[in-house]
């Protein structure tokens, strides 16, 4: 283990291990992963060699440590209020300001000329990258003392997205009136759930059911409903 860590700060690779450091707080082992992190598929499309595969498993594994510390931080929170906060934090805008103050689009090897407007999400998608290297190479509880420590206390602001209140109803409605079709919310199921009325509702557009939503209450689950629809549609919500 020493020659490893000896070798990996007296080499060419010296700058990188520095940087990997100094924002996650972890000695990397494995530079070649974190090499993977800044290869964007617009220039390098083997599959071993870009980062869309480690983009993929941080999604996964920042989605886990993001739940479980709302589960400890708000113990009397119900599921809806967890899934909207998580949204805010996970969601494409927040994780795009992470990656620009990381820095990381700096470093991202990428073809500019082929990118059109996947660009504006290339700091977000790379600072998920960046999450499955350091889980890969350190393992889960790094990741997550990376995550709580460096970035949900000093790159997030949570109490803030905890005040935003996000009307994802409004915005649907908004965007199908501007398509000039129909769209209607319809309560698919009321069923009982920790002893509580427990809702799913079906967001219907121009008759057909486009997204389900669930909550303890019906305004919840509706909210939950749009909120899954504009992603299936491919609009980014409005924070």
Sequence with gaps: ????????????????ASYIRSITGITPTNLKLYKQVFQHRSKHTEIKENN??????????????????LFKKYPYKEEGFMTELRSKIVNRKSLNE??????????????????TDVSKDLAGNTFEALVGAVYLDAGFDATKKFILRRVLKNLIDVETLELTNTDYKSQIFHYIQREGKS???????????????????????????????EGFN?????????????????????Q
């Design 1 to 16: 283990m020493i020659r490893k860590l000896y070798n990996t700060f007296f080499s060419s690779d010296k700058a990188l």
């Design 183 to 213: 769209i209607d919310f319809k309560v698919a199921e009321e069923k009982s759930k920790n002893r509580r009325a427990y809702f799913v509702i079906e967001l219907e557009i121009a008759g057909q059911v486009v997204s389900r939503g």
């Design 98 to 115: 992470v990656g620009t103050k990381l820095g990381l689009v700096e470093k991202l090897s990428f073809n500019r000329r082929s990118m």
């Design 52 to 69: 869309e595969r480690l983009e993929l498993l941080g999604d996964s594994i920042l989605d886990a440590i993001v739940c479980e510390y």
């Design 218 to 238: 019906k305004k919840v689950a509706e909210q939950n409903a749009a909120m899954n629809a504009l992603k299936i549609l491919g609009v980014e919500p409005e």
